[in-house]
């Protein structure tokens, strides 16, 4: 009985301290969303301050550029101004990086009118690296289903779950990497289309009906999907330690990401993987001649053949003249005393 009477007064007790922390607890929510309310206030004072600055400059930069005939003080002047124009411009890429953006016309029509900008460097690096274990993981998943599939399955249902897992894991890369471009990483040109191109060609796979066309097809699909899962995957390991590398010496940003591919900064440590991804691109160009060359077979009636036959083309095309456009530049680039460290 005791015992009881000692546990209920505890639970008086500590409720009493609970009703207390409760009153602070209001109080500060209160302030919290005070400040909250004073933070967008700000955000959309700064966002409009930077675009009137910035509409003023593209002015005064025109009008510079079509009066040439000013005298020579104006001329100092000038050129004073178009330095700070330029530095300016520079810091608000530094200001408009913590503040919200718009997230563009795909996020918009994905996501609905919602902002996808992470004012945190620390929010923006773990995302970052989510991102990336994201493919790691998936890139193995898809090694050991193509293995499978090439070399235990050889049933049509694992066939479409593999092509739905392929469907599915281009469209999440990429919405994420749309998402990290919008947070300040840096991936331009054909690897962003690349994954718009693969999300098509996954989704055409994917509605493939079985049939002896899809058959005599159906290996050298699975073997290339082995191929280029393990290509990826060394990859995906020795750019992650080449983008460490460069951004301790601080030639790269911290927001930049592994590719699919070839970019200039793997140009020093990661030349002998172009071999491996040359391969990879024929291999593409093996595809679409197979399936050019299926779709006159008498078997063949489904569109899906001389479809896939011509994205496997554009793939092919798109990976191996711009690879080899980074290469041609990269060797441009370089001094007589790189050239002659190499040879």
Known sequence: ??????????????????????????????????????????????????????????YFTETFKNNDDVMQDDQEAISHIQEQISQRRKNFKQMEDNLPRNSGKLLSAILGPMSVSLLKKQERFKYKDDYEKFKFICTIIMLIFSFANRFVLEARFSDALYHFLLLWYYCTVTIRETILRH???????????????????????????????????????????????????????????????????????????????????????????????????????????TLYQLSFHNDCVEWQVPVSGLIFFVLFAGNFVTTVIVVLNKINQQSPKEKTKEL
């Not at 994917?206 to 990859?235: A, C, E, H, K």
């Not at 030639?251 to 020093?268: H, L, S, Y």
């Not at 991804?277 to 001649?289: E, R, S, T």
Request: aromatic residues 18%; positive net charge.
């Open 1 to 58: 009985m005791k015992r009881s009477m000692s546990l209920v007064a505890d639970c008086l007790d500590d409720w009493n301290t609970l009703d207390k922390e409760y009153n602070t607890l209001e109080v500060e929510f209160e302030e919290y969303r005070k400040k909250l309310d004073d933070l967008y206030v700000l955000q959309e004072k700064c966002m409009k301050m930077i675009s009137h600055q910035k509409k003023r400059y593209t």
């Open 183 to 289: 947070n300040g990483s840096r991936i331009r040109g054909w690897w962003v289309f690349h994954h718009y191109i693969s999300c098509v060609l996954s989704g055409v796979l994917l509605i493939w009906p079985d049939g002896p066309v899809y058959q005599l097809f159906r290996n050298q699909f699975m073997t290339f999907s082995l191929y280029l899962s393990l290509v990826q995957l060394l990859q995906y390991y020795y750019q992650r330690g080449c983008l460490y590398r460069l951004r301790a010496l601080g030639e790269r940003g911290n927001m930049d990401i592994t590719v699919e591919g070839f970019q200039t900064w793997m140009w020093r440590g990661l030349t002998f993987l172009l071999p491996f991804l040359f391969f990879g691109h024929f291999f593409q160009l093996y595809n679409a001649y």
